[in-house]
């Protein structure tokens, strides 16, 4: 999942900023500006058009956000350096992570040191490949399920909002694979706070003013949504723990897993925090890589084309399963593209424990580095044709160029379980559905917590049987 906005609190003008220049400092290109909050204002009015203006200075630029300095890195051997060579000297100390803490406590996502590690160990073998393909079926099935309630809408042509149907059969994967909670119905209080809690925490993010002890109409929805969801997985801890049944599920993992070194079994706050951060970075992110696959479908029929002779090969109009992962590399392909240009999460920043260099310049401690796989992947330098979708790029990837899942002992724990749900939905959905943008819809991307479409993405669903008789007739 990626971070915030910088916040901007209101400074006055007249403000003068002391100057932190060191010797080495000089050479390093900067962003100037007059304003006493530094590049926020610009960051928060157009992140991605910021990011990738400020990329083109240099492999290392630095920012100023209100006094603070930061630091863009674009370079991919100093990524690599900061994401997984010196990893130990990068953390998530930042306020843009502390923002969180009140929905995600110390889960795996916004910990750090010692504590992250031992969470990380207690649950990675969960995300192993091999465990993940018992969840293929249950992926397949919530396809199915939703394609057929898609059915009528289609055969009247009413557009559907696509990222919300993402949203939501996402989200109800992720509940039954992870916890075995039944999401599917529309009025689920978890499915409804889940939602909630989604949206107003992207609201508070990009305004954590006032914050959420104030209780302001936004901040008391927020907090009712964090107690509701507290409620329920609270609730449910405590059925398990009672029943001490081993459903195969996350959760039993979570409850059963042990510290191999001192026998320790994580308490029920320690849970809590585990399976709200799942929830949550589990479904918007793969949500929204799909979203995006079906706008660069529309938009690219030549690809469409082929991606549908793979489906029509391998699948010949059966549900896929686990096993014909190997054989639908094209579809692959096209996902893999979908997240260079929209990657879920646009931005990682961390904060620099001690003093380190990067591409010659020199970093002191404390300061933000930001790290930024929209810009990179549409770095000019490392790809011809930046802004072209061609899935054809996958064999030809520079690493730390295309990092979608970040890198290094922080990269996503999730990625093999969303890759593997994506492969199995796009498949599933466009062996029966070709799905068309509705004309004339203005499509961008827009920064959140994760890159959306600004302005939704209503599309009309076409059953592909009907088009392949027409073309035989
Ligand atoms: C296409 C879908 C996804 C994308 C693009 C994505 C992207 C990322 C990225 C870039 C990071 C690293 C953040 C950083 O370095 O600061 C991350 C971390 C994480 N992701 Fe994902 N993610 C996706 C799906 C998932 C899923 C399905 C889950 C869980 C079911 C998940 C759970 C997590 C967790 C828990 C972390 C924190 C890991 C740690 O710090 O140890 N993600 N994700």
């Keep these: 999942m990626p971070q915030p906005i910088i916040p901007t609190p209101h400074i006055p003008d007249r403000f003068v900023l002391p100057s932190s220049r060191t010797q080495k400092d000089k050479n390093v290109p900067r962003i100037r500006t007059l304003s006493l909050l530094g590049s926020a204002s610009e960051m928060q009015r157009d992140p991605l058009g910021f990011l990738t203006r400020t990329q083109a200075h240099g492999e290392v630029v ?14 991919p051997e100093s990524i690599k350096h900061v994401l997984q060579e010196n990893a130990r000297n990068y953390n998530k100390d930042l306020l843009t992570y502390k923002i969180f803490k009140p929905m ?12 992250w590690l031992h969470q990380r160990r ?38 559907l909002q696509m990222e919300e149907e993402m949203v939501r059969l996402t989200l109800q994967i992720v509940g039954r694979a992870l916890f075995s909670l039944d999401l599917s119905q529309e009025a689920s209080t978890v499915g409804s706070a889940v939602t909630a809690l989604l949206e107003l925490t992207a609201g508070y993010v990009l305004q954590p003013f006032p914050p959420l002890s104030v209780p302001i109409p936004r901040n008391r929805r927020l907090q009712m949504a964090i107690r509701t969801l507290d409620q329920v997985v609270y609730r449910m801890i ?20 042990q510290d191999e070194e001192t026998g320790r079994r994580m308490n029920d706050r320690q849970v809590r925090d585990e399976v709200q951060t799942l929830l949550l970075a589990g479904h918007e992110t793969t949500a929204n890589t799909l979203t995006w696959t079906w706008y660069l479908l529309s938009d690219h029929p030549e690809v469409e084309r082929r991606l549908h002779a793979e489906l029509n090969d391998v699948l010949g109009g059966r549900v896929p399963t686990v096993e014909d992962l190997p054989n639908l590399k094209y579809t692959r392909m096209v996902l893999e593209e979908a997240l260079r240009l929209y990657p879920a999460a646009p931005l990682l920043s961390r904060k620099a424990v001690a003093d380190d260099e990067l591409s010659g310049c020199h970093i002191p401690a404390n300061s933000m580095v930001m790290i930024s796989p929209y810009a990179m992947h549409r770095h000019p330098a490392f790809w011809e044709e930046p802004e072209r979708f061609e899935p054809e790029r996958a064999t030809v990837r520079p690493s730390y160029a295309y990092f979608p899942f970040g890198g290094g002992p922080r990269m ?60 035989k007739n």
């Design 238 to 257: 405590a059925e398990r723990r009672r029943l001490q049944t081993d459903t195969g599920d996350l959760l039993s993992m979570l409850l059963l897993a």
């Design 122 to 159: 207690l649950i990675q073998p969960a995300f192993h490949r091999k465990r993940l393909e018992i969840y293929s079926t249950l992926m397949t099935d919530a396809t199915v399920a939703m394609l057929e309630r898609w059915q009528a809408r289609s055969d009247i042509g009413t557009p």
């Design 104 to 115: 995600l406590g110390q889960g795996l996502l916004i910990n750090d040191g010692q504590s």
């Design 62 to 75: 630095r920012l100023r956000f209100l006094f603070s300095p930061a630091y863009l890195i674009s370079h």
């Design 412 to 471: 996503c724990i999730g990625n093999h379980f969303a890759m593997m749900e994506a492969q199995l939905i796009l498949s599933t959905v466009a062996q029966r559905y070709q799905l068309c943008l509705v004309s004339g819809h203005p499509v961008e991307p827009q920064m959140r917590v994760t890159l959306r479409p600004r302005y939704g993405l209503p599309m009309v669903t076409h059953a592909r049987r009907n088009i392949q008789s027409q073309q």
